[in-house]
Structures are given as C-alpha cells and as structure tokens.
C-alpha cells in the first residue's frame, strides 16, 4: 500500500511539474539591443508575431515570443545593419518533452511561449568617423 502511495505522489509532481509555458511561463519578453559601435541608434525588431521598435540604443523592448527567427535592423543616418537571431526552446519545453506533455508542447510550440531570445542582442552597426 505504502508503494501504491509514493507511486501515485511521484505520478501528481511529474504531471504538475510539466506543465506548459503558456501556464508557467509568459509569452512576451524583455529584449535588449545593444549598438557598441555606433550608440544612440533607432532599432525595429522583427518576428512572426509583429515588429517592435527602440528608439535609441541601447534599449530594452517588450516583444511577444515566437518559434521563428528574430530580426534586428538597427539605423543611424546612413549607417545600417541587420543580424537575425535564432529562438530557442526554452526549459518547460524540455519538461513537455520529458514528461510526455505532448498537449502542453503543442501548445508552446505554437504560441511561441516555449522559445526564448537572448536577453541582450549586440547589433554590429559602426557609424562613420
């Protein structure tokens, strides 16, 4: 009985602890963009839930998550450059996978909230002396 027991409770904290990161997680992050070369820049983040915008660098933007590639464009007068920076699954995503949760990667997949961006993106942009 006691074996039935200790089962059944390892059964509960394995299902409560792959829950999806739609629940546990958030589907929107902070990113930061960084332009060490030319500072004071205008940069428009792209991913395939919308386009963010900061206005000088470096700067910090709110953007939804997503399964695709960020794209970072930075300007400053005629000075220009684009990096394009790859999401990545994300801990709980691991967990679905681990613990059977194909519901909860379906779900995290799709909504992007499974995949994180790097927190800081260094933009390679250099302004003319």
Request: hydrophobic share 35%.
């Amino acid at each position: 009985m006691l074996n039935f027991n200790v089962l059944s409770a390892l059964a509960v904290v394995a299902m409560l602890s792959s829950g999806c990161s739609n629940i546990m997680n958030d589907k929107t992050q902070p990113v930061s963009v960084v332009t060490p070369g030319c500072p004071g820049a205008t940069c428009k983040l792209t991913n395939a839930d919308g386009q963010y915008f900061i206005n000088k660098t470096p700067g910090t933007v709110m953007l939804n998550k997503a399964y695709g590639d960020l794209t970072v464009e930075c300007v400053k007068g005629e000075e220009k450059s684009t990096n394009v920076v790859k999401s990545e699954a994300n801990a709980t995503m691991y967990g679905n996978l681990l613990f059977g949760g194909l519901v909860g990667m379906a779900l995290d997949g799709g909504s992007g909230a499974g995949f994180d961006y790097p927190t800081t993106i260094q933009n390679g942009l250099q302004c003319s002396k």
